[in-house]
Structures are given as C-alpha cells and as structure tokens.
C-alpha cells in the first residue's frame, strides 16, 4: 500500500513554483550559456542580457532543486543538466518541456474547464506552432529510438509486406520495424509539415526506398493502398470516442484479410485511475485540446468490435491492444 500523503506532501503538489522555474530556466536557454563552463551571475546576466538580481534568485533555486551547483559564487550544470537541458547537446530535451510552458497559459483554464467541460483550445501543437510540434516529435523520436526496436521484436511482424503507420509522426516506429523485418514496407501517413521530419529521419536511416510518406489529415483524407499491418501510435487522445470509432473503421477498411491494427497508447485502467501519469496526462489533454480523451483498453477493443476485427487483444497492459481483420 503506498503511504498516506504529509502535508508537506500536499504542499509540495501545490507548489507549482519549481515547475515554472525550470521552464523558464529552459525558454532563456540558461542552462546552454554554463554549457562546459562556470560563470558567475554577472558574467550569465551580461551573455542573455538578463537582470543580475532576478537571475540569481532564479539560480540559487536551480542549485537548491539539484540542476546546477554553485562553488563559491560561480554556477555549473549538473552531469544531467549538460546532457539533456544544453541546447547543443545531442540528448537535449528541452523543446517537450518548452511545449509545456507554451501550454502554461491553458491550464489556466482548467477551473473554467471543469465548469464547463470545454477547453478554450481549439487546435493541437502539431496544427498550430509546426515548428515546435516538429521539435518536439525530434526528442520523442530520439527516445522512441531506445525502444523501437524490442517493440518491433516483440510484436513478431515476420511475413507481412506492407505496413500503415497512421500519424507516424518521426517515422520512429516505421524505421525501427523496416530494420527488423527486411520483406516489410512502409508508409507513414502524417500532416505535411510533420512529414518534413519524418522525410529527413527516413533519409538519415538510407530507407527511402522502402518508407512512403503521405501527407494528409487522418479525418479528412483516405489511406492509398491496401496493408498487412496498421499502427495506431499516440494519435488516439487527440480526439473524442467517436471520431476514434470512425477512424478505426477506416483503417479496417485499408487492410488486407487477417491485417492486424496495432494500437499503442496511454491508456487508463477500468477504474480510471493508474497509471499514475496518464491521469493527470487525461487533465492536460482536457485542457489542452478541444475534444480530446485518455481512454481505456475496453474502450478500443469497442471500436475495433464495431469495425469487424477479431481476437482483440491486450498485448501490453495499459499500453497496446491489437485485432485482426
Ligand atoms: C504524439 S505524435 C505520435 C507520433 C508517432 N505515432 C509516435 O508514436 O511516435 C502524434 C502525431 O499525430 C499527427 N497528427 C495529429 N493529428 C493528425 C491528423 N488529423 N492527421 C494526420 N496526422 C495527425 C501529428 O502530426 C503527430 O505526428
């Protein structure tokens, strides 16, 4: 049984302090300008064009959060901070949490939204701000690299051809399962500035030949082609129930017989409360999208029931369901 909350607990929730405070330290880039030096407020002030006294209050809470160190009066990043908050820094993450301040102003919204059920939010990142929504897919694909390869072990896709990835985002799953099954092809099926992305990773992996971008709006346009196999990767909670039935049932419709639709999501349990992060993930989604939704398992296989798919599956719990055609 996990422990009962302190206050201390409850105050630390409610303190949103340290969040802003490293995401700002993240939008004025502080973290790059200490990048293998140490500095002194002044020496940080004068390089970003900063006030002294506003940055060192800002600084010495990094140190007391753990994310820079301070000997003396100089200030350094930690190990982790070089690796992923340094802009240069082939790990850097900062633009997922730069997305999150960009989101601060909604969650303002939230009292309103849960008065009203809506959200002042009428289009997602990926419509409206394309150059950080490319940025952000850029960190996701580097840590969907560490794992797409076992998945696309895991999932055992030996004889099939041709594959759909619809909102293939990066082309991160697409790549890793063209590497593992050398007979299979590949098309990603995204919005035309996302597949800029997707078009420079497939070039960097030499597989052009073998993954197919087609730009298009999953609502709106058809899926070319017919498929053996069909994936469904983090697209689901941009959206209502619904409009997710609709979807499925046009994708069952592109795949060949005994296709198989992959669908990989956070998903919550039946009581819908775990895992842990996809609750509070469904309130930034209420927040943060006009219709969108974290759903349950049983909620997809209703939709793939509906389509016509067969031997629904939960392949991983909370995570991925799969049905065949
Ligand atoms: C969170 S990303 C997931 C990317 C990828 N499937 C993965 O798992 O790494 C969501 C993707 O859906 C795409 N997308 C969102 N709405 C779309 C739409 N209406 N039509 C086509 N793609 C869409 C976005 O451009 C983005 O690439």
Known sequence: MPRELSLADIFQIGYYWETKILLTAIQLDLFSILKGASLTINQMAE????NSRALELVMNALVAMRIVRKEEKVYANTVVAERYLVQSSPEYVGHLLTLHDAEWKNWGFLEQAVKTGESPVKHHVFETDPELGAQVLTVLDRIGRGSGPALAQRLKLNGAKRMLDIG?????????FCREYSELTATVFDLPETLKVTKKNVEEADLTDRIQL???NFHEDAFQGSYDVALMSDILHYQNGQTNAALVEKVYDCLKEEGRLLIKDRFLDPARTSPAW????AVHILVNTEKGEC??????????QQAGFQGIEELEPCAMVQGTK
């Open 47 to 50: 390089i970003r064009g900063l």
């Open 168 to 176: 293939g985002g990066a082309g991160t799953n697409a790549i890793a």
């Open 214 to 216: 087609q730009p298009g």
């Open 278 to 281: 996809t609750t509070a993930f």
């Open 295 to 304: 759903f349950t398992i049983e909620e997809s296989r209703q939709w793939m």
